[in-house]
């Protein structure tokens, strides 16, 4: 069941649900956009809590009554008069302000989750997340054990991107949360479980105004020379898919990070690094060189006339929909609610381990995610982390259909090869699928299937040879085979050529990186 935001306020009332509008989400996008970070993580991470920034301040520029609670008993109220006047004129009574400032938000951002608001003697973090089904409030322990980061109370936000709204699911504060919250030892978190927090604002204003917050007295931790400082940044510049604050001891990590100095080197260094990454649109180099007769796996299943490629390791794909869709029939209601299906297919994807079922959700993903920043980041995240080959070739491919100008976009094409009457009428479909690489060169893939058998014909050879003629890698099909394949990594400027054999009959293709 799909709640609307009526339905969110009705079940939470004591909950604050801001709404922000798809100009307002793409605004965040490009802000992103603009400045530079070391990695797809780091991106999605920033974009993230730049939109969770902006919404949050909007709505507190709009709803002057949130931060100043209703205070109907004279004396508080004449208290708050009298703080109001006592006020600078050029410093207005409850005015946020971003910690320490706007500009150093990426050099957090690049490497933590979190972002500090301060009004007036108070310090709040908004902690963003896109879990659907949340559970507690995990807050990196960069804001709780770095004296010059703790604050006062941490905010759990939670983001919908696809219905633009965002739901404060409450806040806990510091001493609750340094004494009492669950230490995570493996990813450095505090965490606070949902039902623990406090999610009326109203409540966490009126304690502020009664007893405004003390000045934090955090356990001051150990400083690094400058010599190791430098050392540490060289270290951690390293390009990584993941923040590495994980990647040394936290004692030397916060001494780094909580020097402004430093943590903005380090944000520069990791975010050069990133930027030097060569660029390959394969789109367009691949149409530079590939002939007519090839086509994407898309245009072969539905072109007329063709033969329909039997992918082995794949579901059918109106299997998949139907379970989307939660009925079981293949009818419109899909093709209608795409926005739907795509958020169902990245909470699956999120959520499940089984590659039988990942696989197809990839490739649908990358047929129906279309302008969806959030499969981008996902397919981008997954090409980084998973350790299963074809699950990687996968959402390189699906992320080459959604923003083929990424670094990381992958493409694939097929061509229909008849070896004549060796194959007694039936057809081989050769794929050829190519991915970037970290280091600049190109994962080459080779499959050869069947188009309408079950099998391969015995004996069919697919091989590579070398720019000299020789041949480097081969594979043989068998009785019982459903493809054959081959992969290879290459660098820019190789040259290689694929053949399939059977008998006399015989294809071949050169190719260039």
């Not at 730049?50 to 909007?58: A, G, V």
């Not at 690049?110 to 507690?136: C, K, W, Y």
């Not at 047929?367 to 080959?389: F, K, R, V, Y």
Request: include cysteine; aromatic fraction near 8%; glycine fraction near 4%.
């Amino acid at each position: 069941m799909k709640l609307r935001l009526e339905d969110l306020a009705c079940l939470h009332p004591d909950q604050v649900l801001i709404e922000f509008s798809p100009e307002e989400r793409e605004q965040a996008w490009q802000q992103t956009q603009a400045q530079g970070y070391s990695n797809q993580a780091a991106y999605w991470r920033a974009y993230l809590n730049c939109l969770c920034l902006n919404t949050f301040l909007s709505y507190l520029d709009t709803e002057p009554n949130l931060t100043k609670p209703n205070l109907t008993e004279p004396n508080l109220l004449e208290t708050a008069l009298d703080k109001a006047l006592n006020k600078p004129l050029d410093t207005p009574l409850n005015k946020p302000l971003v910690w320490p400032e706007l500009g150093d938000l990426p050099s957090f951002w690049d490497v933590v989750n979190g972002t500090a608001v301060e009004l007036n003697q108070m310090r709040l973090v908004l902690i963003p997340s896109e879990e659907i089904n949340f559970t507690a409030l995990r807050v990196p322990r960069e804001w709780v054990d770095i004296p010059e980061w703790a604050s006062h109370y941490y905010v759990a936000m939670q983001l919908n991107l696809e219905e633009c709204w965002l739901q404060v699911l409450g806040y806990t504060t510091y001493q609750q949360l340094r004494d009492h919250g669950n230490y995570d030892i493996i990813d450095e978190t505090y965490a606070v479980d949902a039902v623990d927090l406090i999610e009326d604002l109203n409540v966490m204003w009126v304690t502020e105004e009664l007893a405004p917050s003390p000045k934090l007295l955090v356990k001051p931790m150990p400083r690094l020379s400058s010599d190791e400082a430098t050392t540490l940044i060289k270290q951690l510049s390293q390009e990584t898919p993941y923040s590495p604050r994980l990647d040394i001891p936290f004692a030397k990590w916060q001494a780094l990070v909580s020097n402004s100095k430093w943590r903005k080197e380090l944000y520069k260094q990791r975010s050069l690094v990133y930027s030097r990454k060569p660029s390959i649109n394969l789109l367009s180099w691949l149409d530079n060189f590939l002939e007519a007769g090839w086509q994407t796996v898309e245009e072969i299943r539905s072109g007329n006339g063709n033969p329909n490629l039997t992918l082995a390791y794949r579901s059918q794909p109106t299997r998949l929909k139907d379970s989307l869709n939660g009925n079981s029939s293949a009818s419109s209601p899909f093709t209608e609610n795409i926005p739907e299906a795509v958020t169902a297919i990245i909470k699956l994807l999120k959520t499940n381990s089984s590659k039988q079922t990942n696989l197809p959700a990839i490739e649908l993903l990358g047929e129906i995610g279309h302008s969806n920043l959030e499969a981008i980041a996902l397919l981008a995240e997954m090409i980084n982390t998973t350790d299963d080959h074809d699950l990687r070739r996968q959402a390189a491919v699906s992320l080459g259909k959604l923003d083929p100008n990424h670094p990381q976009a992958g493409i694939r094409r097929v061509k229909i090869i008849d070896l004549e009457m060796q194959l007694n009428g039936s057809k081989v479909a050769f794929m050829v699928t190519f991915i970037p690489e970290a280091d600049g060169g190109i994962n080459v893939h080779l499959r050869v299937y069947p188009t309408k058998s079950k099998y391969l014909k015995p004996n069919l050879e697919l091989l590579v040879l070398d720019q000299q003629g020789e041949i480097f890698l081969s594979a043989q099909s068998r009785s019982a085979d459903n493809w054959i394949q081959l992969e290879f990594n290459g660098e820019r400027g190789d040259r290689f050529i694929v053949k399939l054999v059977l008998g006399d009959a015989s294809f071949s293709k050169e190719f260039f990186l």
